[in-house]
């Protein structure tokens, strides 16, 4: 994981985004936030894990069925499979050590009709 601070590639109301192998970030002071990395590499993994490119497609899809359901930006982003794993597991710092190949897909179908 090779982390990079340029704020001009971070979309407007974002910390970072992940792309392999790359987080750009837009405060440098996150390169020392254990749980904001943490919840980057989790990124990093489920992108290996679907070859990069087919984990940008599912992403897209994904938030494009949570923006049509939700009706709101934020809310559709939360919602993505990914970023909900992410999210709940940002904290826990040993996640990744024991994390099931595939973990987010836990996330996939639990929010889809909710």
Known sequence: MILIVFK????KGFR?????PFVIMTDKKDKQ????VNHEHIHIKQ???????PFFIWYGIEFMIRLIQ???RHKA???ICFEREAYANEKDL???KSR???GFSRFVFSRLLS
Not at 33 to 36: G, L, S, T, Y
Request: net charge neutral; no cysteine; proline share 9%.
């Open 33 to 36: 936030n254990p749980v904001f």
């Open 16 to 20: 970072g985004i992940t792309f392999y």
């Open 8 to 11: 001009y590639l971070t979309p």
């Open 77 to 79: 982003y939360r919602n």
């Open 94 to 96: 040993d996640y990744l």
């Open 47 to 53: 992108q290996l894990e679907l070859l990069v490119i």
């Open 70 to 72: 939700y009706k709101n």
């Open 100 to 102: 099931p190949f595939w």
